[in-house]
């Protein structure tokens, strides 16, 4: 019984430690399984540090068989580098510390690959059994990182030693990071501009719109956007920049900072403000010149019609002529300049003055009511100047703006009218030495009268649809009653010939316009009118004469009177030569534009030509 017994009670132990020895097995298997196809490499690992049991991933990732590995340590397939640090990992693992560290590889074909170790030590109480190792390929992450770092290496370069100013600023305007080349534009050290924002340290003038900017910007209507603004530096000094800014945004489309490039653009800003000045200030005064002048009629024309009313006045000087000739250009130069600081001052107190050219002035300003005399009067003082041989005055024209000109050059027609106007009446004894030099011219040659009055006619009406200023158009039709003055002087032979001149009487002839201009230099009045006739023989190739003058080198009225000559000898005819039809004559000037006439003022003639015949029902 107790044999049964025993053998009964006997059985039971073995029938459990079968089934925990099935329990075992299974869940043995179960590991193998996991372990085999973990999606990394896991091997494990004696206390020592060699490889005990390896996964199919460890073996793929490394190149080895199984087989192979198993007979190595982890420090035999470490980078040779990395083995002294790796000494400590064990018994750092006992201490629960670096239980994850990253190290190279050997692979079995001599590549190296970069792992994450993720180490686990198991013990049997104090006993350390074997480590568990989990082993990631990072290869790919740590290459990222390197470029990664690569990259912002380049970047930090590239911002610090940028030629021109690099900042990130923040969407309120906040410096957050600046370069050397920053802080030398703003004259600010690195530590104080991180202080502050760029609406800081911004002209006041200039900073509406950079701000508008910005705003826009984080709105979303604009990505980039650039300018030119002053900074204001810490001593005051002020300093122009090109501003390009660009916005950078998050995965998520937020505004995160700005990108600034700031380029020192103050000596180009200087370079030109003065082209600037140049362009719109006379040289030698000062003062504003004629674009300047019409850019500020158009802005005081555009003004509404409750503004205060503007006052145009034109001078021309009185007497300069004889003090430039007999003191001298440095010395008129002087008085001129003399001459435009008074005109200046007494034109401040309501507007401004300018200087047209030669001795020619302007003054551009608004008076109040009752004061309109007052203000002329004062500025025609300012152009006086008397002494010992000499006075300069000055004669003006005015006009009332917009109720007498709505445009700018309507504004100076009107007033320089009015100026030549008040300068013939008060020099009305200059008509009288042209007058007997046209009775004389008249008397030699009455012919000669006829034809060069036909040509001032139409030089006149040339002149005109040329647009010439009133004083010009003037200077022009006397030039052109006078033009052949130098005949005078030429033996009747020559100037009656039948036929075409020898090379002898074409060389006296050609003598009749430095002939003309002396006769004309006699009278100061007609100084400027015998310069004209000097040049009407010049041709705008430049194979003149006397002087050989090309081009816009011709004076302008001496270029209009040579075509209205021409046009008027064939025309009507000469001793040796039959008078041409209109179309012919057109014709020949339209063949010597360019080479002989101006062609603008060929062009001219011809609509003047073809209205007159239009007007008269005759075909060209």
């Known amino acids: 019984m107790r044999l049964r017994a025993g053998a009964r009670g006997s059985s039971r132990p073995r029938e459990r430690d079968g089934h925990d020895e099935r329990l075992l097995v299974a869940g043995f298997d179960h590991f193998r399984v996991v372990f085999e196809n973990a999606p990394i490499g896991v091997a ?6 060699r490889f005990a049991l390896v996964n199919r991933a460890l073996t793929e990732l490394l190149g080895f068989a199984p087989d192979e590995l198993t007979r190595l340590a982890l420090t035999e397939v470490m980078h040779p580098d990395d083995v002294a640090a790796h000494g400590k990992v064990t018994a750092n693992l006992a201490y629960g510390w670096e239980r994850t560290v990253e190290r190279r590889l050997v692979r079995a074909d001599g590549t190296t690959v970069w792992v994450a170790l993720t180490n686990e030590l198991v013990r049997d109480g104090e006993i350390p059994l074997y480590v568990v190792a989990h082993v990631e390929d990072i290869t790919q992450r740590r290459e990222t990182e390197r470029a990664l770092r690569e990259a912002e290496e380049r970047f930090r370069r590239a911002f610090e030693d940028s030629p021109i100013g690099m900042a990130l600023v923040a969407t309120d305007g906040q410096f957050l990071r600046v370069n050397r080349t920053l802080c030398e534009i703003t004259g600010f050290a690195d530590a104080e501009l991180l202080e502050r924002t760029f609406q800081d340290i911004t002209h006041p003038e200039d900073l509406a719109e950079d701000v508008d900017q910005v705003e826009r910007a984080v709105n979303g209507e604009i990505r980039t956007y650039g300018m030119e603004k002053r900074y204001v530096r810490p001593d005051g000094e002020i300093v122009w920049v090109r501003l390009s800014v660009t916005l950078v945004r998050d995965d998520d489309g937020s505004p995160l900072y700005f990108v600034s490039e700031v380029e020192d653009v103050g000596e180009r800003k200087r370079s030109q403000l003065e082209l600037q000045r140049l362009a719109n200030f006379d040289p030698l005064t000062g003062l504003g010149n ?8 158009e802005e005081a024309l555009a003004l509404p019609e ?29 008085l001129l300049a003399r001459l435009a600081t008074q005109l200046a001052e007494a034109a401040a107190t309501h507007g401004e003055a300018y200087r047209l050219g030669g001795d020619e002035f302007c003054v551009l300003g608004a008076p109040p009511p009752g004061e309109a005399e007052s203000y002329v009067s004062a500025t025609v003082t300012a ?66 009268g006829d034809h060069c009055a036909s040509v001032a006619e139409l030089a006149t009406a040339v002149g005109e649809r040329l647009a010439l200023p009133e004083s010009e158009l003037d200077e022009l039709r006397r030039a052109a009653e006078l033009h052949d003055i130098g005949k005078l002087a030429m033996p009747d032979a020559v100037l009656r010939k039948q036929g075409p001149l020898t090379q002898g009487e074409w060389s006296l002839m050609r003598s009749h316009t430095l002939i003309g201009e002396r006769i004309l230099a006699s009278s100061p009045a007609l100084g400027p009118v015998g310069s004209i006739v000097r040049s009407t023989h010049e041709r705008w190739d430049g194979s003149g004469y006397p002087d050989g003058l090309a081009g816009e080198a011709i004076p302008r009225s001496a270029r209009i009177i040579a075509v209205c000559d021409a046009y008027t000898a064939m ?31 060929v062009a001219a003639l011809c609509d003047e030509v073809r209205s007159r015949d239009d007007r008269a029902g005759v075909s060209a």
Do not use: C, W
């Open 571 to 601: 025309a009507s005819g000469r001793p040796y030569q039959l008078a041409r039809s209109t179309r012919s004559a057109l014709d020949e000037l339209r063949s010597g534009g360019g080479t002989q006439f101006d062609p603008e003022v």
């Open 383 to 448: 152009l006086e100047e008397e002494g010992a041989g000499f006075a300069v005055s000055a004669s003006f024209g005015a006009a009332i703006l917009p109720e007498e000109a709505q445009t700018a050059s309507a504004a100076l027609t009107v007033a320089d009218r009015r100026l030549y106007a008040q300068k013939h009446l008060a020099q009305a004894e200059r008509g009288r030495p042209h007058d007997v030099l046209l009775l004389a011219l008249r008397e030699r040659e009455p012919t000669l």
């Open 44 to 49: 494990l690992l004696t206390p020592d540090g």
């Open 306 to 334: 409750t503004a205060v009313p503007h006052m145009l006045i034109i001078f021309d000087l009185n007497g300069f002529k004889h003090y430039n000739d007999t003191f001298g250009h440095p010395a008129g130069d002087a």
């Open 290 to 297: 004629r674009r300047k002048l019409t850019a500020d009629l």
